[in-house]
């Protein structure tokens, strides 16, 4: 596996599904149930619907070598961009919102980085056109958008160290990557 397949499959729904599971534990057992059913019902909502416009492209659109590169081809949305947009993006969001500290800015940068990795490599790799991930970051934008909200309402005045979630999570991420397991959702259609 390359450099690029490695940075693509940050956003492999096995990958990805992980990382949220240890999110919505973290949320879960330190901030609250409230915190982590927000993010839980923010992760499905994308995943629905990422799924729905998937089978709605798939009949209606033609293939990504026979589209413009910023079109729709019948692969839009980008799953994985949505799934790192949601997982990642929500990540960052806690980061930013629970723990103020400067290396909590840096991890959700570095958060920022993985899901444009993920984007930039889904195109390059040939598997979406630029016009595919962009769909599949405003879906999930949605879904990060009201989890942060969410959290800054949850957590005014109030702290909390979150480095704990996004070590447990790049770790995670880091061990399933070597492993080699991902899941593919084409194989559903």
Not at 112 to 123: D, K, L, M, N
Not at 153 to 178: E, H, N, Y
């Amino acid at each position: 596996m390359g450099l690029q397949e490695a940075l693509s499959d940050f956003g492999n729904a096995l990958v990805a599904g992980a990382a949220a599971l240890v999110i919505l534990a973290w949320l879960w057992g330190r901030l609250g149930w409230v915190s982590g059913l927000v993010f839980l019902i923010c992760f499905l909502g994308v995943i629905g619907s990422v799924v729905g416009l998937k089978f709605m492209a798939y009949g209606l659109r033609p293939p990504v070598d026979e589209t413009s590169i910023f079109g729709l081809s019948q692969g839009a949305p980008s799953g994985h961009t949505a799934l790192a947009t949601i997982v990642y993006g929500g990540l960052a969001a806690i980061l930013a919102v629970v723990d103020r500290r400067p290396r909590a800015w840096a991890a959700a940068g570095f958060c920022a980085a993985v899901i444009a990795a993920v984007a930039v490599t889904r195109v390059t790799l040939d598997r979406h056109t630029a016009g595919d991930v962009i769909a599949g970051f405003v879906v999930a934008g949605v879904g990060v958008g009201v989890f942060a909200r969410a959290m800054a309402v949850q957590m005014r005045d109030r702290s909390a160290g979150a480095m704990a979630p996004f070590a447990a999570v790049l770790t995670l991420t880091v061990l399933l990557l070597m492993s080699g397991l991902r899941f593919n959702a084409l194989a559903l259609l």
